[in-house]
T-cell receptor
């Protein structure tokens, strides 16, 4: 089955810096890669996603890149703000699947 | 408003006392799933369902039961809760190859 590795497990940055979280996956059939943000005490919520026919997708300060050959995808947050502090989860799904495989999560701390 | 509703938000119970956590979605999603979240272990899938009357075990199904008698509802049942089931539980639903919509979570404490 699919295996998703996520790094780092903890990331501490100063406000205004950039943050990058990386995930690798094992199943070459995976073609949908969502990212979720979970603020303290709240539910995970989708922040951005990418499908395998696209190499990069941006939404304001957030971007996701996908390298299908290397089987990894990354979340990039620019100009970080304290409200970006949260746990971020990556996931991968195979074509036609309902069941995501999640990474273990990255705790991002943005210091004012 | 499209949402996944799970209840209760907080539950404290004693070992062995049967309990049910309810989950309902109003988006006509085929897929529903239960996760538990523990510090350092991420989201671990307990059970999932791809349609009415179809349920399957996830990664950590021991000690849990589910049912899917209607498309919108997917309750999680703990027949005989134990302290190692103290956790934060999330219900989620989705369409095929689409993002999950999570409920607000249920924090369960078993003493």
């Amino acid at each position: 089955g699919e295996n998703v590795e996520q790094h780092p497990s903890t990331l501490s940055v100063q406000e205004g810096d950039s943050a990058v979280i990386k995930c690798t996956y094992s199943d070459s059939a995976s073609n949908y890669f969502p990212w979720y943000k979970q603020e303290l005490g709240k539910r995970p919520q989708l922040i951005i996603d990418i499908r395998s026919n696209v190499g990069e997708k941006k939404d304001q300060r957030i971007a996701v890149t996908l390298n299908k050959t290397a089987k990894h995808f990354s979340l990039h947050i620019t100009e970080t703000q304290p409200e970006d502090s949260a746990v971020y989860f990556c996931a991968a799904l195979s074509g036609g699947s309902y069941i995501p495989t999640f990474g273990r999560g990255t705790s991002l701390i943005v210091h004012p | 408003e499209a949402q996944v509703t799970q209840n209760p938000r907080y539950l404290i119970t004693v070992t062995g006392k049967k309990l049910t956590v309810t989950c309902s979605q109003n988006m006509n999603h085929e897929y529903m799933s239960w996760y538990r979240q523990d510090p350092g272990l991420g989201l671990r899938q307990i059970y999932y369902s791809m349609n009415v009357e179809v349920t399957d075990k996830g990664d950590v199904p021991e000690g849990y039961k589910v049912s899917r008698k209607e498309k919108r509802n997917f309750p999680l049942i703990l027949e005989s809760p134990s302290p190692n089931q103290t956790s934060l539980y999330f219900c989620a639903s989705s369409l095929q190859n689409s993002p999950l919509h999570f409920g607000n979570g249920t924090r369960l404490t078993v003493t």
